[in-house]
């Protein structure tokens, strides 16, 4: 599971890319509960929110130059 979802990739290292992502998924999550469509609400603020403590508490990016695991 941790390769399907690897937040720690060397590709999220810029702040902005991080903050993008958190972004879209929460508004994407705004417009879905706008649209009354709960389960995708829901979806996209739970992944939303748990990018965001991911990516600003929890951070830990691999070197690029390190071998995969």
Known sequence: MDRL?????????????????????LA????????QEVVWATIFGVVGLYCAWHFFL????RNPDDPKP
């Open 5 to 25: 979802f690897d937040l720690n990739h060397p590709f999220f290292i810029p702040l902005w890319r991080r903050v993008l992502i958190v972004a879209v998924c």
């Open 58 to 61: 929890n951070f830990n990016p």
């Open 28 to 35: 994407w999550a705004g417009v879905e509960a706008a649209s």
